[in-house]
């Protein structure tokens, strides 16, 4: 009988397809929370319709490829989610209650009148702000790793809250606010646009202040992590990548300055991918960092192979409708209403 196990590695292809899902949900959604988060910023009401307009037809469509990486977390690797989910149940918890708020805000938006909008638009703000802290701080807690007992999560509830966690929770909403910022001069005019010139200016060596740090930090979280990147030959080979996003970083400063309109935007992405890479390079193999490997917290090849068929089918639906709905809503945003 014919199966995926008999030829494919199925715990590679799967820890590779949930790091795909996470990856794109932070490209993407991390536009739109960026937006939430500089919103109350903005110097007219005419600007922030224009900013809520510009993601009104992409927000919650990318905030699939999170339920897609925690639904492949749960499918595909049982034990880690059984593992992970407990570690970080306080700031998961406070990230999907943040998602739910910003979501009903958004909707509220369009439909108060002008006296009770403002604290719709405030909720609206506030949720994005703390489902990036949340996010970022979900990230450090994941890269220092968690106490492992046997086959189960043996720390505490609050053993995520540490220095770096909050260093990588403001590190994210930084980042996200670039991502916000870079958006909307690519989506907007005029105001806004000229407004979200300045926001990047700062924002941007914000980040690149938060990239130095991350970059310092983690090496020295645990000796394999330093010895990948330091021990010959890997620095040489490793090398590149630094390399690259300090040229990025540059080239996002120039392109900014110069007040180019699609190029700051897409070099922001690519500071967010070499930022991922860089993470993968670090935690490969473990899906429960530094205790145990995607091999080793893998469902039954049965399972996963039968999960691949479904994937396999759903993907690329997944990836044609995104890119119809960003091809359909291209070009520049307006101020008015996109709702009746």
């Known amino acids: 009988m014919f199966t995926f196990e008999h030829f494919l590695n199925l715990p590679l292809i799967w820890a590779m397809i949930i790091a795909l899902a996470i990856f794109v949900y932070v490209q993407l959604d991390g536009f739109d929370l960026g937006v939430g988060i500089i919103y109350p910023f903005a110097p007219t009401e005419e600007c922030r319709r224009r900013m809520i307009n510009s993601i009104a037809p992409f927000w919650d469509g990318n905030e699939t490829w999170l339920v897609l990486g925690g639904g492949g977390l749960f499918a595909a690797f049982p034990l880690a989610y059984s593992i992970l989910f407990p570690a970080f149940y306080v700031p998961i918890l406070l990230m999907l209650f943040a998602l739910v708020f910003r979501g009903v805000a958004f909707e509220f938006h369009y439909k108060s009148g002008p006296k009770s909008r403002v604290y719709w638009d405030y909720a609206f703000h506030f949720g994005s702000l703390v489902a990036a802290f949340s996010q970022g701080m979900i990230l450090g807690a994941f890269v220092q790793g968690v106490d492992v007992s046997g086959r189960e999560f043996a720390g505490s509830t609050f053993d995520w809250l540490t220095p770096f966690s909050v260093m990588t929770g403001f590190a994210l909403v930084m980042g996200y606010a670039l991502l916000g910022s870079t958006w909307l001069i690519m989506k907007t005019d005029g105001q ?78 690519g500071l967010f991918t070499l930022c991922y890479i860089g993470l993968m390079i670090s935690l490969y193999p473990w899906m429960v960092p530094h205790q145990l490997s995607y091999y080793e917290v893998a469902a039954a090849p049965e399972s996963q192979s039968f999960l691949l068929i479904g994937a396999i089918v759903v993907l690329p639906v997944i990836f044609i409708y995104t890119a119809y709905v960003y091809y359909v809503f291209r070009g520049k945003t307006s101020h008015e209403s996109l709702y009746s």
């Open 192 to 269: 806004t646009q000229t407004w979200a010139h300045k926001v990047s200016k700062y924002v941007t060596l914000y980040v690149i202040f938060f990239m130095f740090l991350v970059s310092v930090w983690v090496p020295f979280l645990k000796d394999s992590i330093y010895l990948r990147w330091f021990s010959l030959p890997n620095f040489g080979y490793l090398a590149v990548i630094p390399i690259l996003t300090l040229f990025i970083c540059v080239a996002l400063i120039r392109s900014v300055r110069a007040k180019h309109e699609h190029l700051p935007f897409f070099l922001t992405h």
